[in-house]
C-alpha cells in the first residue's frame, strides 16, 4: 500500500499519512468556509485525523509527520468548538480574522513542512532487481589470525573485518533483510552514525534505518547456475557495506556473488558480533600533506583487506571454512570494485593481486601507495569534472588507467555526483551538487548496468572488448596500455 501511495502523491507518504496531511489542511481551512460548510467539515477532519493518526502511530510515526501532527493538534479545538458549543445559550465565537489569518499561516508551514520533509529525506525504496535469480544475503564476522589491527596498540588485536554477502537464490517468500543492518538495533546505530558522519542531526536518516532491501536473509542458493563469479566492494570513507546495497542485488540478481566490507575504525559504524559498535576514528588533519599520507595509509590497510576476504571466499569454495555457499563460488573470476576510498582501494588490490580479474572504481581518486602492476582491466566511472573538482582527479585516474598492460575504461557520467553512484539518492535531498540531477533511481540503473555490461565482457570464459556496451551509459574513453 505504501509503494501505491508513493506513486500516486509523488511524496513518500503512505495512505494513511496522506490522510493525515488532507485532514489537518481541511481543519485549518474550516475556519474560512461558508457557515454552512464548517460543521460538516471540522467533524470530517476531526473524525479522519484521529483514524489516520492512529494507523500512523501503530505502523510507526516518522517524525517527518510531527509538524502535521501538531497543526492538527492546534487547529482541530478551533474548528470543533463552534461545532460543539451550537444551541449554547450564548452564541460561540469565532477568532477575529486578524488572529486567524496568522495562526492559519502558521498551520500551514507546519502541515507543508511534513510532505516537503518526506520528500526530501524519505524511506528509501530499492530498486527491484531485474536479473533471472532471486536474492540471498548473510552477514559474516572475519578475523586475519596474520594481520594487527593498524589501529590499535593492544597487543594480541587482529584485524577483523565484517561482511555481508548478496547472491544468486531461489525465489521463494520470506522476510526482507534490513537496509542497514542484521537488526532493528543494528540498522539505528548505523543510521545515527552515517547522519552524525554527514552532520545530520541522528534522526535525519530514521527513514534510511526502517526500510528494507529485496533480499532474503539465508535464502537457499539457487539451484541452477553452477559456480557463481565473485565480486568484492569497499565503500567510501566514512561509509559502510551497506552503501550500494541496489546495486549489489541487482549484479547478484544477475548470477554475480557480491562481498560488501565493512572496514573498521574508518567506515562510519561497524557493529560487532560481540555487540560491540566500533565508530570511524577517521579525521581530516588540516595538512593537505599530512592527509594523502593518511588517505595512502587507509587505502593500503583497505586492500588487505580485500585480499583477506578473496582467500577466505576460496576457503569457503574448497570446503575449509564452513559457508552457505561452498562448492558455488568461483574464485577464478572474481573483481573488486569499490566506491571513492574504497574504489582507490579496489585498484590498488588489483595491481598487488592477480586473482582480481578486472576492477571497478566508482568514482574514487586513485593512491600511489606502492609497487605493482595492473595485468586485468578496470572500469572508473566518474562524475563529469568541472571547475571545482580536484585538478589533480582527471590526472592522477588517467595515469592509472594507463601504467597497467590491460585497457582501462573511463566513463563519464553526465548529470552524476559523487554520491550518485551509491544508493544516496533514494534518501537524501534530490539536490543536484549533492546526488546529481539523475533522479532517485537513474543513477542506480547507471552504475549497475555499466558493471555488468563490463563484467559480463572480461569475465566471460572467452573475454570480449566491452567498449560498444559501456558507450550507452556515458561517455566512454579507452585508455590503452603505454607501449601499447
Known sequence: MAGVTESITGLNLSLSETLLVLAATAAVAARWLPPAARGPVALTSAGVAAASAGAVALSGLRWQLVPVLVAAGLALPFALAPVLRRGAPRAPRRAPWWAAGPATLLCGVLIAAGPAASWALPVPVLPEP?????????????????RPEPATAEPGDRRTVVVQLWYPADRAPGPRARYLGRTADEARTVGDALAGYAGLPAFALDG????????????????????????????????????NTAWAQEIASHGYVVAALDHPYDSAAVVLDDGRTVRTEVAASGDSAEDERRAARWTAVRAADLRFV?????????????????????????????HSLGGAAALLAAAQDDRFAAAVDLDGFPRDTGPGVRTRPVLALTQAVGPDTDPDYLPRLRRALEAGTAPGY????????HLTFTDAPLYLPPLPSLVGSLGRTGGHRITAGATLAFLDAVLAAEPADPARALAAYGELTVHRPRGG
Not at 135 to 142: A, D, E, H, L
Not at 232 to 237: A, D, E, I, T
Open 130 to 146: 531485474t536479473g533471472p535469480y532471486g536474492v540471498g544475503t548473510g552477514t559474516v564476522q572475519w578475523t586475519d589470525p596474520v
Open 208 to 243: 534510511a534505518a526502517a526500510a528494507r532491501g529485496h533480499a532474503v536473509p539465508d535464502a537457499p542458493v539457487a539451484a541452477r547456475g553452477g559456480r557463481f563469479p565473485v565480486v568484492l566492494f569497499s565503500p567510501g570513507l566514512g561509509g559502510v557495506r551497506t552503501q
Open 310 to 338: 578473496l582467500t577466505r571466499l576460496g576457503r569457503i569454495d574448497r570446503g575449509e571454512a564452513p559457508g552457505l555457499l561452498a562448492g558455488r563460488l568461483d574464485t577464478r573470476r572474481a573483481a573488486v570494485a569499490g
Open 410 to 417: 573511463r566513463l563519464t557520467v553526465p548529470g552524476a555526483a
